[in-house]
């Protein structure tokens, strides 16, 4: 396929040649195209279906501020949808399709929207869906997201990687236009750290597009030297490709850098893309300004495009976007489209200019006081309706219209704190206004001064001032610096057809009357009524247009209509890359325990818990069903021995002269009284009076203990106690530090416990030397330190052994292999469970964050003889009702029902509603002792019910069974076993 | 956001645990104070748009608990002190 529309010039490589297809008709290119500028070189104008008429739509920009011409990229995992064709960087065997159509790109079915506009105009949706009220979920919904789109997403997981970083520097630079480049310039020669971004490929920014010349070179030539230099200093980095799309709190900015979007798939070790965070100590935006269109019926033809658009295609990218050429404008900046395409040999058959006054340009048709009221050409633009200044129409056949309203300062990183813009009549259109970002700067068109001269007049000196330099400035080359001349013209008022404003959208001119005439009329109101600049390019092309048509309609002046402000990103960011590295297990990664490779190896079962992964039950060989598993770990445990990895638990080194008075505040119950070589349970409290954790703390020295915690609360509690030490209790004199990492650590419970660890521990561990409750600093295996606690969860004779980290694996393996003839088994956190729930202790399911220590049947343990965090509070009235919530035992008294953690407690005979609830199942198991299903549970005056019978209840598994109220100590109550 | 830490510099916010306002170390003693005044303190909250002094932990640092005054409208941090300074000027002890 030949490229019909290059032409001559430009900075695109004509030696190579890139292949690529649309919608899978294959054409050529160059290194140093876009999508739609290659489209456009083969004189492929149709390039979508817009998002709720289908109307035909082309490209009618060169940046990324497009509205019509988005496309999907490539297939598979890769499929990118919503891509803007005009900054799809062009790479060989680009696969693009075009969106948003059926069957095909020029015969779109769903193009019979467009005939029934009148049904689709603003608010249609929210007056004419409303009844019946249930349709809308599943009718409504469905088929007008089906018939308003956009692209597609691929149900294939992406198999690109995505990286985030973390850069820092004096001044952060936003757009390497001439404003940008000079900026960069200054800072640099300064010595400054300096990171200079823009989202092009290629930077230079609107010198690439124009002909002006910079001191003795053209503008892209200078661009080019320009950067050559910053180059060449260790000091500056420059990033292309890279848009800077937000600024966030205290000088940090984010940035996406596409790392490899515009190679068929990324170099090895390469991500596809990088979110950056910049931490900027001053930033200037450099980011320019986006031209915007006037309003006239059908101005969405593919061919109507905007003046600075059509330019930058034949100046850039040497291509011309028609045989037969128009401008319509109304200031200066347009006419330059018309003399720059004359120069390129373009066929300019007429410069359409709203304003009377002005110079002429000579060698083309140039009617002044003019406007474009209409086009026609199904598939792309064929002719325009002209009306003269005499009234006159005459109709035009042209291919290309180039469109010109004026230039709007890109404001939008300035304003995403809030700042609003203001308006400035001297170019008609929305300057940065105050309170924008701290060390923000603006120069350059973003900042309204549209001229070369000013923008790197502008970039020096705002440069200079927000690094403090006080050198000679550089010399600034010379540039053109002319004024800017416009004439405000939104729209053009003629005819009852349909003016685009916002083309993503399909927003138009009527629309906007419409939310007049009923009286959404704010600007915030026109927005979320029409869905003005609501799309994904945030209306960059459309909201001015349309807010100065509310103007007009409600005769305020455009600064008292104001303006809607710009959120971050500044474009589209894929999921993908916020996402950056944080994805699969990689979001959350586990936690390993010492034993994990001990336990992978005899093939165990592992589960989550927090971050962590534990062992669940270890199948032997012949066990088919879970329970098999877990009911032996528990028989063989209480019968002979068995050790579980408890590593988990939160361990806290507390030390200090004031530590025991420090646990006696954070704790409910007294440690103040602990021996030293002694544990006690302790029970933790939050200020409001609710049990925060639990677990076992040791005096391992006049002045040293051990606390451990709940796996859950590990870090919770830590913070906690900081908070106390720090922020509560200054002038105590107490140190913490979390060792949860530091020890590994097992309970080995058990009528054998002793025995197996009298095999690897080098002390006397005897009952009479090492009782119930003992805690002491240990050797093991011939010199190990260790530390021993005889402390018991499962209500066997017990005892937690630590080891140095490194250290439990080889321990575990020594246990087992010198105990043998004990025959040990290592247990898991369900046969955990299961014998914790039968001795009656709370866990998870009872340290809910709802419950007292008086719920859980521990109301004694809060002493009041001392000030402890959560006292006070937990002796509110709601809190110590005679009736409330007690912790009790359940079994069935069929003992082959099963049970369910969840059900409520009834009366006999009570009917199963609310009001006759008596509380709820927290925990439940099967008991291998017991022979039947036990749980735990909260029942409302449960302390009074013991040995009662009631109905267990759960209307979502259908269980309605009766149960025996029992003491939530189930097994051994007397607590013989674990003091033997 | 950046907090400058009074010992470690300027940090990232992302180290930091935020936990509320600052009043909460103003916790009354136990063995003096009844309901209603641990009521007070742990549930009455100023919500002021504008200045506000916050307690905020360097968990993925050097642990110290800060009192940070940030402004809620422009987020702007104008003083971080160290919490237990903070207490301690205030008397608090053990």
Not at chain 1, 439 to 459: D, P, Q
């Amino acid at each position: 396929m030949t490229q019909s529309h290059r032409i001559s010039g430009g900075q695109v490589d004509r030696t190579k040649t890139v292949r690529f297809t649309f919608d899978g008709i294959p054409y050529q290119g160059h290194p140093g195209d876009t999508l739609a500028s290659a489209l456009l070189a083969n004189g492929v104008r149709l390039m979508g279906r817009s998002f709720k008429y289908h109307r035909p739509r082309g490209p009618i920009s060169s940046g990324s501020e497009e509205p019509n011409a988005l496309v999907e990229l490539r297939t598979g995992g890769r499929q990118e949808p919503n891509t803007r064709a005009t900054v799809v960087e062009l790479f060989e065997g680009l696969d693009a399709r075009s969106q948003n159509r059926w069957p095909s790109l020029r015969f779109d079915a769903m193009g019979i929207n467009d005939r029934f506009s009148t049904f689709f105009a603003a608010g249609f949706y929210y007056k004419t869906f409303m009844w019946p009220k249930s349709f809308w979920e599943k009718i409504y919904e469905p088929i007008i997201r089906r018939a308003a789109g956009l692209g597609s997403v691929t149900r294939q997981e992406d198999p690109d990687e995505y990286d985030k970083g973390f850069l820092h520097c004096d001044l952060l630079v936003i757009g390497a236009g001439p404003a940008g480049l000079m900026a960069a310039l200054t800072a640099g020669r300064a010595g400054k750290r300096v990171i200079l971004a823009d989202e092009d490929f290629r930077l230079g920014g609107r010198l690439n597009a124009e002909t002006h010349a910079v001191g003795q070179a053209s503008g892209a030539d200078w661009a080019v030297a320009a950067v050559a230099e910053l180059a060449a200093m260790p000091n500056v980095r420059l990033m292309t490709r890279t848009t800077v799309m937000g600024a966030f709190d205290h000088g940090i900015y984010g940035a996406v850098e596409r790392v490899s979007d515009h190679l068929p798939v990324p170099a090895k070790g390469k991500p596809r893309q990088v979110l950056w965070r910049i931490y900027a100590g001053k930033a200037i935006l450099a980011g320019g300004a986006t031209e915007r269109p006037i309003a006239f019926e059908n101005n969405d033809r593919p061919g109507v495009m905007l003046a600075g658009a059509l330019r930058a295609y034949a100046n850039r990218w040497g291509v011309k976007a028609g045989e037969r050429v128009a401008v319509f404008t109304n200031n200066d900046d347009g006419l330059r489209t018309a003399t720059d395409l004359m120069a390129r040999g373009v066929d300019v058959v007429a410069v359409i200019d709203s304003r009377e006054g002005g110079e002429l340009i000579p060698g083309v048709r140039h009617l002044r006081g003019a406007e474009v009221i209409d086009s026609s050409g199904k598939l792309g633009l064929k002719t325009i309706t002209v009306r003269q200044s005499n009234g006159k129409t005459e109709d035009i056949r042209v291919d290309a219209l180039g469109v010109s309203g004026g230039w709007n300062p890109n404001v939008n990183v300035h304003s995403h704190h809030r700042s609003r813009p203001v308006y400035d009549a001297g170019i008609a259109a929305f300057v940065p206004g105050e309170d924008g970002p701290p060390g923000l700067s603006v120069t350059g068109a973003a900042a309204g001064v549209l001229s070369t001269h000013g923008a790197l007049r502008t970039g020096r000196d705002a440069a200079m001032a927000a690094l403090g330099l006080t050198g000679a400035a550089p010399d600034l080359p010379e540039a053109e610096d002319a004024p800017v001349r416009v004439s405000p013209l939104w729209f053009v008022h003629h005819g009852k057809g349909r003016a685009w404003i916002d083309q993503q959208n399909d927003v138009t001119v009527k629309d906007v009357k419409l939310a007049h005439k009923e009286n959404f009329t704010s600007v915030e109101h026109l927005k979320r009524y029409t869905t003005l600049g609501m799309a994904t390019d945030q209306g960059k092309t459309g909201n001015v247009l349309g807010l100065a048509v509310m103007a007009e309609l409600t005769g305020r002046s455009i600064p008292e209509t104001g303006t809607t402000i710009y959120r971050p990103p500044y474009t589209p960011v894929a999921m993908g890359t916020l996402a950056g590295r944080s994805r699969g297990k990689e979001f959350k990664p586990f936690r390993l325990t010492p034993s994990h490779h001990w336990a992978k190896e005899q093939g165990a079962v592992f589960v989550e818990v927090g971050n962590w992964l534990r062992t669940q039950w270890v199948p032997k060989a012949g066990e088919t069903e879970w329970r098999q598993s877990v009911d032996r770990e528990v028989l063989a445990t209480r019968k002979s021995v068995g050790i579980c990895d408890v590593t988990t638990l939160g361990k806290i080194d507390i030390q200090g002269t004031d530590a025991g008075e420090f646990l006696n505040r954070v704790y409910a119950n007294t440690f103040s009284t602990l021996a030293v070589g002694k544990c006690r349970y302790g029970l933790m409290l939050r200020e409001d009076g609710i049990v925060f954790d639990d677990g076992t703390t040791a005096r391992m020295g006049e002045n040293e203990y051990v606390m451990t915690t709940t796996t859950a609360n590990a870090v919770t509690v830590f913070r906690h106690l900081e908070f106390c030490r720090q922020v509560l209790w200054p002038e105590m004199d107490v140190q913490l530090i979390s060792t949860t990492e530091a020890w590994a650590q097992f309970s080995v419970a058990g009528p054998n416990a002793r025995k197996l660890l009298e095999k690897v521990v080098d002390q006397d561990i005897s009952d009479a030397s090492f009782p119930y409750m003992g805690a002491a600093n240990i050797t093991v295996c011939g010199g190990l330190r260790a530390r021993l606690f005889r402390i018991s969860f499962s209500g066997e004779l017990a005892y937690e052994i630590a080891v140095p980290t490194r250290y439990g694996d080889a321990l575990l393996r020594e246990m087992l292999a010198r105990g043998a003839e004990f025959d040990p088994i290592v247990y898991g956190t369900e046969a955990l469970g299961v014998m914790r729930i039968e001795k009656g202790h709370v866990a998870g399911g009872e340290l809910n964050g709802q419950s007292t220590a008086l719920n859980m049947g521990l109301g004694k343990m809060v002493s009041k003889k001392k000030d402890s965090i959560g006292m006070v509070l937990s002796q509110r009235e709601g809190m110590v009702q005679e009736d409330g919530y007690r912790l009790v035992g359940v079994k069935p008294v069929d003992p082959k029902a099963a049970l369910t953690a969840g059900s409520h407690f009834l009366e006999k005979g009570a009917a199963a509603v609310a009001a006759n609830d008596g509380g709820w199942l927290t925990s439940k198991v099967y008991s291998p002792h017991l022979g039947c299903d036990i749980a735990l549970g909260y029942l409302k005056g449960g302390d009074k019910k013991i040995g009662q019978r009631m109905r267990i209840v759960n209307l979502l598994a259908g269980l309605d069974t009766e149960v025996e109220i029992i003491s939530p100590h189930m097994f051994d109550p007397e607590g013989e076993r674990l003091r033997g | 956001m950046i907090i400058h830490h009074p010992i470690l510099g300027p940090r990232d916010a992302q180290e930091f645990v935020y936990l509320g306002d600052a009043s909460l170390m103003d916790r009354p003693d136990g063995m003096t104070a009844g309901i209603e005044e641990f009521h007070e303190y742990l549930y009455q909250r100023g919500n002021p748009a504008g200045e506000h002094r916050e307690l905020w932990y360097h968990e993925q640092g050097d642990r110290s608990w800060l009192v940070v005054t940030r402004n809620t409208v422009t987020h702007e941090i104008t003083k971080v002190e160290l919490a237990r300074d903070v207490a301690r000027a205030k008397g608090r002890s053990k």
